[in-house]
């Protein structure tokens, strides 16, 4: 089933993981889709907030993601760019470890789990591997994620789907809505609106 459009904006409460509270905006624009949103939360005692705009191509491969992270330690700015084609540059330097990536992943945000499921497009019964470039919410660092997605059921309008990312040993059932966003994120977070 074909997403719907997206909403203007969307928002989760974080929850398990960490307390916190992300908004974000949606926007068509003439090359693709822009993403703008902030997440502040408390972590394991430390308190961050993170602010990002993401740009995606009409196939919903990441271009850009401009991320900015204030904590205790001060201010940081991230900025990662791809060709759309799996190569990536950050902050104007190339990111080998990241070949083969076309999506972001922000630690600090549920939504991201919205665009490699956009993007792959999967009908029920397929798998996918989809690794990304994983920017971390404290200190911006970038790693590369591998990570799995099975769409294995259509109910009620929502899509589910089996995610891993074997790197944190973490497995768990994603749901999604009729516009691809993420409504339950279990141990991470749950749609507020």
Do not use: K
């Not at 996918?128 to 997605?149: C, G, T």
């Amino acid at each position: 089933m074909p997403f719907l459009p997206l909403p203007t904006s969307a928002a989760w409460l974080h929850q398990d993981a960490r307390s916190g509270f992300e908004v974000v905006h949606f926007r068509s624009v003439d090359d693709g889709h822009l993403l703008t949103g902030t997440t502040a939360a408390v972590e394991d005692g430390q308190l961050w907030v993170v602010d990002h705009e993401i740009r995606l191509d009409h196939g919903w491969r990441t271009r850009s993601a401009r991320v900015t992270g204030r904590s205790d330690a001060g201010l940081r700015t991230r900025l990662l760019e791809a060709d759309g084609g799996g190569r990536w540059r950050i902050d104007g330097d190339p990111a080998p470890f990241l070949d083969g990536c076309l999506d972001v992943d922000l630690e600090s945000s549920a939504m991201t789990n919205t665009l490699p499921v956009h993007r792959l497009a999967l009908p029920v019964g397929a798998v996918a591997h989809a690794p990304a470039a994983y920017v971390r919410a404290l200190d911006l660092d970038v790693e590369r994620l591998d990570q799995e997605y099975a769409r294995i059921s259509d109910q009620d309008g929502h899509q589910r789907y089996e995610y891993s990312a074997p790197r944190f040993d973490f497995s768990c059932r994603l749901v999604h809505d009729e516009t691809g966003l993420v409504l339950a994120y279990p141990g991470i977070a749950a749609r507020a609106r």
